[in-house]
């Protein structure tokens, strides 16, 4: 088979920066004669192991109750042109002009887009019009590391196939001022938006990493875990107090059996490059790997620094550790999504 090699990861976030005590005292503001547990619902903001993220609208955008259309025509703006940025920076590092693109994957769950994405973005960028087009929606966080599988394919297709995976989540715009559950609290706690992008070509005598495998692995029976539910003003998110359980019982497992059918085991693995969810999902895939408390270093300075940025969170992992140096190491990508779902994919330098 045809070795994808792994030529560029770059991102982009809005220029709306939110510190966590701002998002706090804005949720109070909203929630607190709303929701009578909300004293009891704060330490979340305090817990969720981040300090910053990046919005799409100032925080006043927030205050009051908005629709969908709204909330998506905004998605729409923001979303065409993270990409348009994020992309750029990627095919300039990998040397590729966007006429050289055979493929265009573009990965996003947080907004609806007919044309898609990929669509608005052809004459913008200058892709060729016979470029093969594959936007994919509905896998949730763990979208950028299934998006880097179906990447690695194409490119593993033909010899100096070149595609071009992009990914943009904007958690921030699914914000629901009506929605007084727990979830809706989590999820303000820890979303941000952002954008990323990655240059991926077929071919041996190709510079860069070689994505040497990829796979996933869907639980039974869990529908419910994790998702949106489509509401009158947009998309309610779906968390399950279950997720830290699940990675703790069922992720060390399925990693094993999929290393296994590549003839590896975790003791293989050098560096894990992790979507860390939120700080307690982080804490259970370092116990599943037998990591030490922190041990997801790259995972939790990313949350930190930007929040949960659904599938785009684990390419900003990613690129904090190929600027530290990953030639000759391997690294395992993971992530979690819908479905429920884990996705992985393998690199070796």
């Not at 979303?79 to 920076?89: H, I, N, S, T, V």
């Not at 727990?182 to 992008?197: H, L, R, Y």
């Not at 990693?255 to 590896?264: E, G, T, Y």
């Amino acid at each position: 088979m045809i070795k994808p090699r792994l030529m560029s990861v770059a991102t982009a976030v809005p220029r709306h920066r939110l510190s966590q005590s701002d998002a706090l005292a804005h949720a109070r503001q909203i929630f607190e004669e709303r929701v009578p547990a909300f004293a009891r619902l704060a330490p979340v903001y305090g817990n969720a192991g981040v300090e910053n993220r990046y919005l799409s609208v100032p925080l006043d955008w927030f205050a009051s109750p908005r629709n969908w259309a709204e909330a998506n025509r905004i998605y729409l703006q923001t979303a065409e042109e993270l990409l348009a940025d994020a992309a750029r920076q990627a095919l300039e590092q990998a040397g590729v002009a966007a006429s050289d693109v055979d493929t265009l994957i573009v990965v996003s769950s947080t907004g609806i887009a007919t044309p898609s994405l990929d669509a608005r973005l052809l004459r913008r960028l200058g892709f060729r019009e016979d470029v093969k087009r594959v936007p994919l929606f509905g896998l949730g966080c763990a979208g950028g590391v299934l998006g880097l599988g179906r990447a690695a394919q194409f490119a593993a297709s033909g010899e100096g196939e070149t595609v071009l995976l992009l990914v943009v989540e904007l958690c921030s715009l699914t914000f629901r001022w009506s929605d007084t559950g727990k979830s809706n609290q989590v999820a303000t706690a820890i979303f941000g938006d952002g954008a990323a992008a990655v240059v991926l070509r077929g071919g041996e005598g190709e510079a860069g990493t070689a994505v040497s495998a990829w796979g996933e692995h869907t639980w039974p029976d869990s529908l419910d875990v994790m998702g949106w539910s489509v509401e009158e003003d947009g998309f309610g998110v779906i968390f399950s107090p279950r997720i830290p359980e699940i990675v703790r019982a069922g992720m060390r497992s399925e990693v094993d059996r999929f290393l296994a059918r590549h003839k590896l085991s975790l003791s293989d693995i050098d560096l894990f490059a992790c979507h860390p969810g939120g700080a307690k999902v982080a804490a259970a895939l370092e116990e599943a790997f037998d990591l030490p408390e922190g041990g997801l270093e790259h995972s939790r300075s990313v949350l930190r620094d930007y929040g949960n940025m659904s599938a785009a969170t684990v390419f900003f992992v990613l690129e904090r550790m190929r600027a530290d140096g990953i030639e000759g190491r391997r690294v395992l990508v993971q992530a979690l999504g819908p479905g429920f779902t884990a996705g992985f994919a393998l690199l070796e330098g």
